[in-house]
């Protein structure tokens, strides 16, 4: 109990991105086929953590002793996630992720995005595939960059889009940068 926060379970799991790879287990390792999963699996799994789990380990005290103590200690990453696993900007998957069905087939009608195979509708879906983006390439992006990124064949569609998150700009016509920034 270092910093008196009580001990909080931590789950980990090793999450295979390609469905089509087959995990296949040992009899010794028996264990392994709970914790090494495909991604599909993973939104079920933290479901089914959350319902395990009725009673709080922390009273609202102890959380934000929790949270002053981990932002205390967070150090940011100074190297790039693509350096570091040897990706590119082509080897990611672009457009944004259906938060209903995990597919990639998001189509914007009107200002909202549709997801051709549940039909569900996002006016949002954009904020989460920009801020992977921030994440994995970086905290400034153009009009050309977005509608790569999000598969969008408008420029004023893209600008539409960058306007209404209101990013701070530089830059003039085609020169022009849009810093990303997330409130956390």
Known sequence: MQYNIPVI????FIVISNPQTII??????RTLQYKVIHREALPAI??????????????DKALKKAIRVINKQH????????ERYKLTESD???GMICENCNCHQ????YGTWICKPCGLASKDAHVQALRD????????ITNRQLRDFLNISSASTATRILQ?????????????EYSLFFDE
Do not use: C, W
């Open 164 to 176: 209404s998150l209101n990013l701070t700009s530089r830059g003039v016509n085609k020169g022009r």
């Open 24 to 29: 296949r287990t040992s009899p010794e390792n």
């Open 133 to 140: 983006y921030f994440y994995l390439i970086g905290p400034t």
């Open 9 to 12: 379970p931590i789950h980990s």
């Open 106 to 109: 998001l189509l914007r009608r």
């Open 92 to 94: 990611l998957l672009k």
């Open 46 to 59: 933290i479901n089914q953590l959350e319902n395990s789990m009725k009673e709080s380990i922390l009273d």
């Open 75 to 82: 150090i940011d990453a100074d190297f790039s996630i693509l």
